[in-house]
């Protein structure tokens, strides 16, 4: 459970290094959080009317009424929560590979780009599933390991 808060003690620290842990402990948050905002907005608050076939067919907009509703309004809400934590555990995730955080934001916007975007999640998986670079580099002792600098270099 640790694993999972810490993003949020380190809510806009984008620098330093992130263990792998971190970063996936702190998506696996993220799917359990929804799943459960899901339950609560399709089964308990209604918002799966809309999907069920209970709308009206003479108003186009009416089947828009759950995500408009509290219950679409959570997942706005821990959207938000999560969106500054999130940017800066990736971009740490991306120092402990010592690549700069700026390319979390050319990824970003990679994949706005239709064939290039799909290229672009793929990379920024396969970055977050490699290990990190051993021992210190330019963003910071290694989060693994940090006693093993070495002494005498």
């Known amino acids: 459970m640790e694993w999972m808060i810490l993003p949020f003690k380190r ?4 620098t330093g290094r992130s263990r ?6 702190f998506a696996l948050l993220n799917v359990i959080v929804y799943i459960v905002l899901a339950i609560l907005a399709f089964g ?3 918002a799966g009317d809309a999907f069920s076939g209970n709308i ?3 108003d186009p907009m009416s089947m828009y009424g759950g995500f408009f509703s509290g219950a679409g309004l959570l997942f706005v ?3 938000l929560v999560v969106l500054i934590p999130g940017i800066a555990v990736g971009v740490r995730r991306l ?3 010592n690549i700069s955080g700026w390319w979390y934001l ?5 994949s706005f780009i239709p064939f ?3 290229i672009a999640g793929i990379a920024f998986l396969v970055l977050m599933v490699l290990p990190g670079t051993d021992g210190p580099n330019r963003f910071g002792p290694d989060p693994k390991n940090p006693g093993s600098a070495e002494t005498f270099s």
């Open 116 to 118: 290039l975007g799909i």
């Open 20 to 25: 792998r842990m971190e970063f996936w402990m």
């Open 95 to 97: 120092h402990d590979r």
């Open 11 to 14: 809510y806009a620290q984008f």
């Open 106 to 110: 050319g990824l970003v916007v990679a």
């Open 77 to 79: 809400l821990w959207w």
């Open 56 to 58: 009206d067919p003479n």
């Open 44 to 46: 308990i608050l209604g």
